[in-house]
């Protein structure tokens, strides 16, 4: 029988790659998330994966699907949900059987048989709620309901929102989402996984992190919410929703729609060189570590610095653990005062840093974090959003906007 997630309690859920799963030798994680094509690729690796942790969750990746990139990607051709051709939008919108038959149930089929805990129902990627894309997203969480009611499904069902970040800056499209995802399919979703286009948390703006926050929480009453792909300002997030957020150990702290169309060479940390710093939410050199004598106090680094890539990402993923592990000793009530806490001592050190060691340690984004914390302390759950839309009405609009283009 599959466990739900347990709602009280933020998690870090790494997403691990196929040659991290050693890593689950040292210390104990309750939730992996995995992509479709990685398990695929490497299925006994992914079994292994699966044996050692409570939930194991495949993220299907259909992203990808109505781009090219994966095409060239070898990790793909394993993949057997992976159109021989990508899917056309228009298809999707249009053609009731490919998109609920082939898009939606293959990819919640797969799921289930690689034993995922949670159904993440298909979805693409959009930039903006005016996209016709947006659009098959909702319609995909409908074919996805009708599904597994038909077929007496029981796992929880969760929807992935992958969107540009230009969204979050903007309330009443927030606002709008919320009652698209939210309102519309409360009673048959138990959460929601998040996932921004090109969002450096150290770097955005602060509407964009409030906007974040927002969303977060607006989605999280009685939901599950979960920040994809995201850098510590997701520990902000998690302490907001009680939800959890997730990146890779050496790469995959943004999100770039880029690269579902585009072939492209992931960018991550340099991880030789550089560290993770949880006491400061950030990343330092080894020469800056060494001015200041940091050492890390974790099974890996043992009173010293971690020694090359491997012992970096295996330090980066316990700390990250040991976090979250600290906040879940704290009752909900309390957790936010307590970052808040957290991220005041970070500055504080920070720029005792600089000074002493002449560096140039960044704080700056801290006080938006803190900000974001602070503000979201008001925040109570209303019903205020509460408009009603017609969802086949917007398909026979959009469809007739496109048989326009195409007479034109
Ligand atoms: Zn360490």
Redesign the pocket.
Known sequence: MKKEISIDAPIFIPKLSQTESAFLNNVKVSTVIMDAHIVAWRPKIANKIKKSVDNFIIDPVTNYFVGKSYKEKASFQKLNTAPSKPYKIDDLLTNEYLRKEEMVWLNIKNQIDEGSSVIIIPYIYTDSIDDTRFGINLSMISDAIKLIKEKNIKIPLYAMINMGSETLKDYSKLDYIVNRYYEDFKKNISGFFLMFDQLDCRKANEDSLMGLAYLTFNLSNNKKVFNLKIDDFGEVLSVISAGGYSSGLAQGESFSAKSLSEKSFAIGRRHKEITYVPELFNYLNDEELRKMKYS???S??KNGL?DGYNPTKA?FL??KLERMKILNTITQGKRTNFLILKIVEAIKSSKEYNDKYLLSIKYDFLYKWKNVLEKSKNWTYSDKIKDEVDLDHLIEEAKDRISKEQNE
């Open positions: 890390c106090n974790c890996i680094c971690p330090h316990e700390k």
